[in-house]
């Protein structure tokens, strides 16, 4: 298994600004993903994040949007760039070891 | 296009009841099947998980049916209780560039009354 610590666990951000999402994972892993789960929804992967490669996106996902770093094997942080309400989410961090292993997820309110 | 279809969205299950929750998914190249629990507030938790050469897996009170020429699995939740009450996904996932990618079901809340 993998134990994976996300920051901040909850933010309320203003239209227009940025909220950069760290994820934690306790060893080392290859490969990271990002998620985005509505409320009572469920999860749409948003990037895969393969440690000193570019980020792969999904579909409807764009890199200009969502950044993604992975500067080593344990941590990846995602950027929700220029925000609107309708990216008020909970985003999810999770690690593949075996199989998929997810923090406790980011709650983002944009007003 | 949903490849993996979860029913039902929402069930009410008797303390000591049994819970079942179904799947069916159209991608024969998917050959990992995990189920995810997850409490309000917190990530999915890896529940129980099965391959597709095993026709059923228990852990507990937690059994995977899987039935490879339907394409169909299930998870069964024997004596359930209120602690059970969560909602869980299905997913199925297949090798991608060297890891397994995930698509998960739409989820079933569950609520376990006393």
């Known amino acids: 298994s993998a134990v994976i610590s996300q920051k901040p666990s909850r933010d309320i951000c203003q239209r227009g600004t940025s909220l950069t999402i760290q994820c934690q994972v306790d060893?080392?892993?290859?490969?990271m993903f990002w998620y985005r789960q509505q409320p009572g929804q469920s999860l749409t992967l948003i990037a895969t994040?393969?440690?000193?490669?570019?980020?792969?996106?999904e579909s409807g996902f764009v890199i200009d949007k969502f950044p993604i770093s992975r500067p080593n094997l344990t941590f990846s942080t995602l950027t929700v760039s220029n925000m609107s309400p309708e990216d008020s989410s909970i985003y999810l961090c999770?690690?593949?070891?075996?199989?998929?292993?997810f923090g406790p997820g980011t709650r983002l309110t944009v007003l | 296009q949903q490849q993996v279809k979860q029913s039902p969205q929402s069930l009410i299950v008797q303390k000591g009841g049994i819970s079942i929750i179904n799947c069916a998914y159209e991608?024969?190249?998917?050959?990992?099947f995990p189920w995810y629990q997850q409490f309000p507030g917190k990530g999915p938790a890896l529940l129980i998980a099965?391959?597709?050469?095993?026709s059923e897996k228990k852990e507990g009170r937690f059994t995977i049916s899987f039935n490879k020429s339907a394409k169909q699995f299930s998870l069964h939740i024997m004596d359930s209780q209120p602690g059970d009450s969560a909602t869980y996904f299905c997913?199925?996932?297949?090798?991608?560039?060297?890891?397994?990618?995930?698509?998960f079901g739409t989820g079933t809340k569950l609520q376990v009354i006393p």
């Open positions: 999770s690690a593949y070891r075996g199989a998929q292993f």
């Open positions: 060893s080392q892993v290859t490969m």
């Open positions: 997913a199925a996932s297949q090798n991608s560039g060297g890891y397994q990618k995930v698509t």
């Open positions: 099965i391959r597709p050469d095993v």
């Open positions: 994040a393969n440690q000193g490669s570019e980020a792969t996106y």
């Open positions: 991608n024969t190249a998917f050959d990992y």
